[in-house]
């Protein structure tokens, strides 16, 4: 159906920038918005940021200023710059998509997590 695949997580020290990739393929008839979630050890998953169709972006406001979400729209790619990261970063970052199938349905996908860890 739809298949998500995430890459650039890693170990980083407190302060460091990492920068992490989706890439979404599949069948999509339109991509109507992507983003990033994370989930820490026994905490529940949570927005990071997302961008619409429209460009528009929606960031949590524990990373505004540190995080910045891209997408290329014609390669169905997603990116997230992070920078003067912390510990409480640590977590597995997961892709989404928001994807119309068809010209009038749709579906959430999610790619299988990249694991970020911030420490000393």
């Known amino acids: 159906q739809v298949h998500l695949v995430e890459s650039g997580g890693g170990l980083v020290h407190p302060g460091g920038s990492l920068r992490l990739s989706c890439e979404a393929s599949?069948?999509?008839?339109?991509?109507?918005?992507m983003g990033w979630y994370r989930q820490a050890p026994g905490k529940e998953r949570e927005l990071v940021a997302t961008?619409?169709?429209?460009?528009?972006?929606n960031y949590a406001d524990s990373v505004k200023g540190r995080f910045t979400i891209s997408r290329l729209t014609a390669q169905r790619m997603v990116s997230l710059q992070t920078s003067s990261l912390k510990p409480e970063d640590t977590a597995v970052y997961y892709c989404?998509?928001?994807?119309?199938?068809?010209?009038?349905?749709?579906?959430?996908?999610w790619g299988q997590g990249t694991r970020v860890t911030v420490a000393s």
């Open positions: 599949g069948s999509i008839f339109r991509v109507i918005a």
């Open positions: 989404n998509a928001r994807i119309y199938n068809t010209s009038t349905t749709w579906g959430d996908y």
């Open positions: 961008v619409n169709a429209g460009g528009g972006t």
